[in-house]
Every structure is written in structure tokens, then in C-alpha cells.
């Protein structure tokens, strides 16, 4: 039999994130929102926090007491089917496409997990990114030809990166291969300010950043990329987020298909230099591309 904290779905833990910001946002506090149910105070907090489920009575209610927008009805509604039709199997593999709404998700997980654990083999991962990098990672792009998008993407990116300066924010651990630093985007110069502020932020206290070189025996295992999210201590809830492309891929079920991945990221974290090595080798690569760009001067 499973235990409770095993029935945690994808879709109850994002139900709950959508129905704490709109209670914020209609300016409730739990209390006054479990009132409004006639249910214990602890209500609103074990849903809010993906414990437990809700009923369709429940939801209506809320959605009413917050004043939620139709669009923001029809979002929360379809989050609790789907979370009533996974709960108490366990076993059943989920696959979750998310369509338009698939970065929204990534952003709920990103703010409310414990610990955020990603690794990337060929582009920077976007929460480190500096602006100048996202915007190379944009140029010559025939669908953009006024820069809108990159710009819009710099400022989802920036906004992101609020939360490495929280006073209690996630922990966070990326591994990245060496083709991921040398892979010059938008040049020399904007690749050493980028890299140096990689290494800015590996001083951080709740930040490891691992680096996999091209001369590593096991360097197959790199080929990669996805994000673990975890909530405290409880590995059952685990979610793997793989990006395709247009779209996003979840897995929270079942156990040993999350659990690959762990065991998959334990094996990237034991072949990569260490964090205080890789923090070197990261500078020692910048100054290579400053040299380029002084070479060109």
C-alpha cells in the first residue's frame, strides 16, 4: 500500500500553488478561505502545499471566494480532473503535456521545490543566463526580426533569477558539460561576462555548479538534459521537467521511471570536478575568450 505522500500527483501540486496565488491575490488568509469551506484550518494549507485533494464542490467554491478569472477557472479545473484521476495509483505512468501553459508549470515547481537539480549539455541553463547571452542565443532568428521575443525572454529570465536572492530559495545544482561553456553564443566578449557570472554565482551558499570536461571516461552519460525538481525530504514526489521542442514533458510516475533519473544525475555529479574546481576551470575559460576578444583589438 502505498503511503500518502506517494499520491502526490504533478497536477494536485500545481492545483495547489495556482489556488495559493489567487487567494494572495483576492488578499485571503487560509484561515478566512478554510471559514469559508467549514472545514479545519489546516485545509487550505495541506491543499495549497499538493497533501491533499479537492472536491469539484470545494474548487467551485474557492474559485468563487477568490474571484478567480474565467481563463483562471478553466486552468484549475482542468489541473483537479486531472488529479483526482491519478490519485491512489501510484503506479500508473504520467506523461503531461501542457501546451501553452507548460513554462507556468516550470515556474510553480521552480518556486516551491526544495531543491532544483539541472543539467545541461549544450546551452546554459536559462536561470543562469546573462542578458547579452540571451539575446545571441536569438540573433539571425528569422522569427524575430524586431528582437521582440529575445527580449521578452530576457525579461522572463531576469525575473527568474529573483529567486537566487531570496532569504530561503530553493537549492540549487546544475551540471554542465564543457561544450556548454565553449559553445561561443553571441562572442568572445559576451561568453567571458557570461562565464564570470557563472562563477559569481557558484560563491552562492544555496548554488553548486559541477562541470563535466571533454576529457572524462564516462562523458556518455551526459547526453541529456532535464531538471529534478524535489519538495523537502520526500523523493516519492519527485518530477522530472524535459523540455522538447514547443513544448515540455513531466514525469512523476512511476517511482523507478523518476528514479532513473536520479540515478542518472547521481553518476553526472560523480564524473564532474567538484564545485571548487569547477568554479576555476570556468574562469580559466573566460579569460581565454577575454583573450580572444584583446586579440582582436
Not at 279 to 286: D, K, M, N, P, V
Amino acid at each position: 500500500m502505498s503511503t500518502p505522500s506517494a499520491t502526490i500527483t504533478m497536477q494536485q501540486r500545481q492545483l495547489g500553488n495556482e489556488l495559493r496565488k489567487l487567494r494572495e491575490a483576492a488578499g485571503l488568509n487560509q484561515d478566512e478561505a478554510a471559514e469559508h469551506l467549514g472545514k479545519a484550518s489546516n485545509k487550505i494549507s495541506r491543499v495549497e502545499n499538493g497533501k491533499v485533494g479537492i472536491s469539484k464542490l470545494e474548487l467551485d467554491a474557492l474559485l468563487t471566494l477568490y474571484k478567480a478569472s474565467d481563463k483562471d477557472r478553466v486552468w484549475c479545473r482542468e489541473l483537479a480532473k486531472g488529479a483526482r484521476r491519478r490519485r491512489g495509483r501510484p503506479t500508473e505512468e504520467t506523461t503531461v503535456y501542457l501546451g501553452p501553459k507548460w513554462f507556468r508549470a516550470f515556474r510553480d515547481f521552480e518556486q516551491s521545490a526544495s531543491e532544483v537539480m539541472m543539467v545541461g549539455s549544450e546551452i546554459v541553463p536559462g536561470i543562469l543566463q546573462t542578458a547579452d547571452y540571451t539575446r545571441g542565443m536569438f540573433a539571425g532568428r528569422g522569427d524575430d526580426p524586431n528582437g521582440k521575443i529575445a527580449e521578452d525572454t530576457v525579461r522572463v529570465r531576469q525575473d527568474r533569477q529573483a529567486i537566487l536572492s531570496w532569504d530561503k530559495p530553493p537549492r540549487f545544482s546544475f551540471v554542465l558539460s564543457e561544450s556548454t561553456l565553449r559553445r561561443e553564443i553571441g562572442g568572445s566578449e559576451v561568453m567571458a561576462a557570461q562565464l564570470r557570472y557563472l562563477a559569481e554565482v557558484a560563491l552562492s551558499d544555496h548554488v553548486s555548479i559541477q562541470v563535466i570536461p571533454f576529457d572524462t571516461a564516462s562523458y556518455g552519460d551526459m547526453g541529456y538534459d532535464f531538471v529534478l525538481f524535489r519538495f523537502d525530504e520526500d523523493t516519492s514526489t519527485d518530477i522530472v521537467y524535459i523540455e522538447i521542442y514547443g513544448d515540455a514533458l513531466y514525469l512523476d510516475k512511476p517511482p523507478e521511471t523518476v528514479h532513473r533519473y536520479t540515478e542518472l544525475l547521481g553518476r553526472l555529479y560523480g564524473i564532474a570536478l567538484g564545485p571548487v574546481e569547477s568554479r576555476t576551470f570556468i574562469l580559466e575559460l573566460a579569460d581565454q575568450f577575454a583573450g580572444r576578444k584583446a586579440g582582436k583589438d
